[in-house]
């Protein structure tokens, strides 16, 4: 083979090399998009993830395919998406449990800000703060104030240390000058059923988790975490009648590995926008207890900044040992 036609095959080779760039820059999506979340089939974070792709497919003109990644608290799902290619076809279905797991764990197979390119936030939602139905105390305000003269004796549970059910109770606990009790379960219907049995005394949980235990009677809501009444239950006052200032709302959001390209996020970007605003879409989020809040990519950095650093201070002031 002569200088020249090695020379030209060489041209050839690199030439073909920069197509697939080339496309995804002008064409960005040309394949189908997974999208990865940690927890399990028929969560919350697993039904707004399929009603996200579904929808988002249809702006992207391809497939957006859930996958299931499930264990350590999502943990597996988000190291898996900031190690993959930063190429836009791998995303990761954030929740709370993110910036609480920064908070709370010494090590982290991940950078939980500088390794990811943030999208949007999807969906933002408040707790509710429950007894069971024959709780003495009728209002927040009475179960505080039993906390403070009893300090250790009110118990509250979660679905397990360091989850964001967890860290409202601590900080419900810490705003208010009461010793609360940390008392854990591993998930499940396990925490509900403790506080209906009577063996715990407050649920702080989702509205998806706790609303119809409320409507069946068997739960009293106290009070709700959102600075104001929520739309599905504006009948229940929220905490900060009582402790001024005090608002909780956990989050899912997505996002795709650190680095990459900008034409990609944005793409992305306005695909989760056009999703969300989508009637159909709002009333399924509502009947979830959830609200559509669709963000730009600064914001969305921002905010997991902030609640990195609250749950941080939440954690020290509570005396959690770091994980």
Do not use: C
């Not at 993830?49 to 702006?59: G, P, Y």
């Not at 791998?90 to 010494?106: C, D, E, I, P, Y």
């Not at 900060?240 to 909780?248: D, H, P, T």
């Not at 399924?284 to 959830?290: D, K």
């Amino acid at each position: 083979m002569t200088t020249f036609r090695r020379r030209d095959l060489v041209a050839t080779a690199a030439a073909l090399a920069l197509v697939p760039a080339a496309r995804a820059q002008g064409g960005y999506p040309d394949r189908s998009i997974q999208l990865n979340h940690g927890f399990g089939a028929g969560g919350n974070a697993d039904i707004v993830s399929r009603l996200l792709a579904q929808k988002m497919q249809e702006t992207l003109k391809q497939p957006v395919i859930v996958e299931i990644k499930s264990g350590a608290g999502g943990l597996i799902a988000t190291d898996f998406v900031a190690k993959a290619r930063p190429d836009g076809y791998n995303l990761v279905m954030l929740t709370g449990a993110h910036t609480v797991s920064a908070a709370l764990r010494k090590t982290l197979p991940y950078e939980p800000v500088k390794d990811f390119a943030f999208v949007s936030t999807v969906t933002s939602f408040p707790f509710v703060v429950a007894v069971r139905a024959d709780h003495p105390a009728r209002t927040l305000a009475d179960l505080l104030a039993t906390a403070r003269q009893a300090p250790g004796r009110v118990t509250f549970t979660s679905v397990g240390v360091g989850s964001t059910q967890h860290m409202v109770g601590e900080l419900l606990g810490i705003s208010a000058g009461a010793g609360l009790l940390h008392v854990p379960y591993r998930g499940g219907g396990a925490p509900v059923q403790a506080v209906i049995a009577g063996d715990v005394d407050i649920l702080a949980d989702t509205l998806t988790v706790a609303t119809p235990h409320i409507q069946s009677g068997r739960l009293r809501a106290l009070a709700i975490t959102s600075a104001e009444a929520w739309p599905s239950m504006p009948q229940v006052p929220v905490v900060a009648s009582v402790l001024k200032g005090f608002e909780i709302r956990s989050w899912l959001g997505l996002a795709a590995p650190s680095g990459t390209p900008i034409h990609a996020i944005n793409a992305l970007n306005g695909s989760v926008r056009a999703a969300l605003d989508n009637p159909g879409v709002k009333t399924t989020l509502a009947s979830l207890g959830s609200e559509a809040s669709p963000s730009s990519p600064a914001q969305m950095k921002s905010m997991v900044e902030r609640e990195i650093k609250r749950w941080s201070e939440v954690v020290a002031q509570a005396g959690i040992a770091r994980q």
